[in-house]
């Protein structure tokens, strides 16, 4: 027990915290973020179906739903941007 | 300074650009091996693009440049000789553990030899062991297991979310995806770890008494280390690229995307909050995590290789380390360095001619992963 707590000293709780804390929120956030712009992109109509075409076939359009997804894909282009301009901050 | 002086200098600089190189080919897996397994990219796209972004990377902050070896030995018992003895462990650990085709942590490689060289120079004393054992033996147990956790969740959310959409769009827009989070690993990492050969060539300047120990790192350095980086990066180190991609899951195109995600949310915390997470374990932790997220087989036997090896990482670069010490002190700083600068070309020569007999390249680096653990007759630490 005394080694577990002597060891323990040695541990950053609180930055290891942080990192689980912002992997999640920056990491399975973006996943996630990005997955609902696929999703949205997908039931637009804008997007090739497996068959890679979208005309010819009796598709219903849906712009708000493109304009979804393009956000969607923006935010996780901009948590990119923020990681980057991290290590800018950091240099 | 004299001549003698400075051709050890020279030597070292060459020994730690060859290291640097290592560190290039060794870590190319962590950032395309899953764009690579999924098809995402082809293998020298890949490369090139990681190259590309590690050569960025490197000059886009020189924050961690100064803090190598930083709080894990004395700085002031550093001497040249222990510098080149240091990177000399790092080479070895890297080219060995490339023959066996397993993601090792370079920076841990370096360090390992280091505090080896420290410790037959000035000690054990001159070693800071709390510094070793919260800057690298808790962070190689915590690293893969965040990374992990986190990539099993945001796997888990890439498909339960995507689940409706058509399996063409799907695996198009999460190889987009992936190309997109893979660069973003590479970028950090050249930003990381070619900082760290520039941090250890400046010490080693500073040793020499090139410069003051106030100087900042020269500008040569700075552009020789990134080069090296990225020469290192585009060879692409494959058989470590074909473990990563294919050895631990069979993985597709939202798991790469979830893994690369995560991969780079955590290294690029970790790195702003200056824990010092190794890059490789992450990655390799976040492609387990992957495939836990969608209750897919993990190779356990191949991970348990990995996990040993991060475990022995730094005695065994240590002794390497310390061992290269010895021996150019015993024969004197100029010939000892002479000596076992060429003893260290030969040992990566035998390596590289012994690796000729089972070549992973690009044509089959995305071959199926057979049940006795890769290709046949790949080098292999246990069956």
């Known amino acids: 027990m005394s080694t577990l707590i002597a060891s323990s000293a040695y541990i950053n709780w609180s930055s290891l915290g942080t990192v689980l804390l912002i992997g999640i929120l920056a990491g399975a956030g973006a996943v996630a973020l990005y997955s609902l712009g696929l999703v949205a992109l997908s039931v637009s109509g804008y997007m090739p179906g497996a068959d890679g075409q979208t005309d010819g076939r009796a598709v219903k359009r849906n712009p708000l739903a493109l304009v979804g997804g393009i956000v969607c894909l923006l935010g996780v282009v901009g948590i990119a941007v923020v990681g980057i301009l991290e290590i800018f901050v950091k240099g | ?383």
């Open chain 2, 1 to 383: 300074m004299n001549s003698s002086s400075t051709l050890v200098l020279i030597i070292v600089v060459i020994v730690g650009l060859g290291f640097d190189f290592t560190n290039g080919f060794h870590d190319a897996a962590n950032a395309m091996a899953t764009s690579i397994a999924t098809g995402a990219l082809k293998p020298r796209v890949a490369v090139a693009i990681s190259a590309a972004a590690n050569l960025i990377g490197a000059f886009l902050s020189l924050a961690v440049a100064a803090t190598i070896a930083k709080g894990i030995v004395n700085q002031d018992t550093v001497t040249i000789e222990v510098v080149f003895a240091g990177l000399a462990g790092g080479v070895a650990w890297n080219v060995a553990t490339w023959y066996f085709s397993i993601p090792s942590s370079s920076s841990h490689a370096l360090l390992g030899g280091v505090i080896g060289a420290t410790m037959i120079h000035a000690g054990a004393s001159a070693v800071i062991w709390s510094g070793v054992a919260s800057k690298v033996f808790i962070p190689a147990l915590f690293a893969p297991t965040i990374a992990c956790a986190v990539a099993a969740l945001a796997t888990w959310l890439a498909y339960r979310i995507s689940r409706s959409v058509d399996e063409q769009t799907n695996k198009t827009g999460f190889r987009w995806g992936q190309i997109g989070t893979a660069t973003l690993v590479s970028l950090s990492h050249g930003t990381n770890d070619a900082q760290k050969t520039m941090g250890i060539l400046t010490l080693a300047l500073v040793a020499n008494g090139t410069i003051s120990s106030d100087a900042t790192t020269p500008m040569w350095v700075v552009i020789a280390c990134a080069l090296a980086i990225s020469a290192g990066t585009y060879i692409g180190g494959w058989r470590i690229i074909r473990t990563l991609g294919k050895g631990l899951i069979e993985i597709e195109s939202p798991q790469g995307f979830a893994a690369e995600a995560t991969s780079a949310a955590v290294i690029l915390t970790s790195s702003h909050l200056g824990l010092p997470l190794s890059t490789t374990q992450v990655c390799a932790g976040s492609v387990v995590g992957a495939g836990l997220g969608r209750a897919e087989p993990v190779r356990w036997g191949v991970f348990g290789q990995m996990a040993l090896t991060w475990m022995v990482t730094l005695p065994a670069a240590a002794m390497v380390g310390a061992l290269t010490y010895a021996v150019v002190n015993a024969i004197g700083s100029t010939a000892g360095v002479i000596v076992m600068s060429l003893v260290l070309a030969a040992f990566c020569g035998v390596l590289y001619m012994l690796s000729r007999r089972s070549p992973v390249d690009p044509s089959n680096v995305n071959a199926e992963w057979d049940a006795h653990g890769g290709l046949s007759h790949e080098p292999q630490l246990a069956a």
